[in-house]
């Protein structure tokens, strides 16, 4: 599973509020990713990390910040849910095998905003 | 922008079947394109990778062909079990991102 986790796993939250979700890595990868996994759209990425204060936007990044303080974490912000942001969300993490560099995900968190 | 079309959206086959997942993209040019696994309510799962300049991987009863030139790819499960049942996602990889299809959902009946 490329040591990843997400916290919480289920979360319902009120629109307008500010909700962060949290990945975490124990493997060291440089690049690490946020997508959201919607019925009819797949997986879309929303925000990535190619290392500790470096990121960049996601096809669908509106609504949205990231943080990366440290190389283990990748923190997901909703400033002020809404309900279109009802969705899972899926961190992953790009292995270091060049020219590969093949993609592991962790296990999800399910957002409920009402 | 990269689009990735994957058919059928459904299938459903009886044990033992051997059988084939479709995926489409409309940019050949990509880094490499992999195949996942994904049970309802889970993560996804990596099944197979096959970089851009390969033709075709193998991982037991699975291999999955890569014709970059036609943007085609397939995924072919041999001698299908109840437990392949589940949803099969298609993803390209670009510079900076993996962009998926919508996936097969797979059914082996018993």
């Known amino acids: 599973d490329a040591g990843i986790t997400q916290s919480p796993r289920h979360k319902v939250t009120e629109t307008g509020t500010p909700v962060t979700l949290r990945c975490h890595q124990t493997?060291?990868?440089?690049?690490m990713y946020w997508y959201r996994q919607d019925p009819g759209h797949g997986l879309r990425l929303i925000h990535y990390?190619?290392?500790?204060?470096?990121?960049d936007k996601g096809e669908v990044s509106d609504g949205y910040s990231v943080s990366r303080s440290k190389t283990e974490d990748f923190l997901l912000t909703l400033e002020s849910a809404t309900s279109s942001q009802t969705s899972v969300y899926f961190c992953?993490?790009?292995?270091?095998?060049?020219?590969?560099?093949?993609?592991?995900f962790g296990p999800g968190t399910r957002l409920t905003v009402t | 922008k990269q689009e990735v079309t994957q058919i059928p959206a459904a299938l459903s086959v009886p044990e033992g079947e051997n059988l084939v997942l479709n995926c489409s993209f409309t940019?050949?040019?990509?880094?490499?394109l992999q195949w996942f696994r994904q049970d309802p309510g889970k993560g996804l799962t990596s099944l197979l990778l096959?970089?851009?300049?390969?033709r075709e991987q193998t991982s037991g009863r699975l291999n999955a062909s890569l014709d970059k030139s036609s943007g085609r790819s397939t995924l072919y499960i041999a001698a299908s079990q109840p437990g392949d049942s589940a949803t099969y996602l298609c993803?390209?990889?670009?510079?900076?991102?993996?962009?998926f299809g919508t996936g097969t959902r797979l059914t082996v009946i018993p």
């Open positions: 493997e060291n990868h440089r690049y």
């Open positions: 990390s190619y290392g500790v204060k470096d990121t």
């Open positions: 992953a993490i790009r292995g270091t095998g060049a020219p590969s560099y093949e993609q592991y």
């Open positions: 940019d050949s040019a990509i880094y490499n």
């Open positions: 096959i970089q851009s300049s390969q």
């Open positions: 993803a390209v990889s670009g510079a900076n991102n993996l962009f």
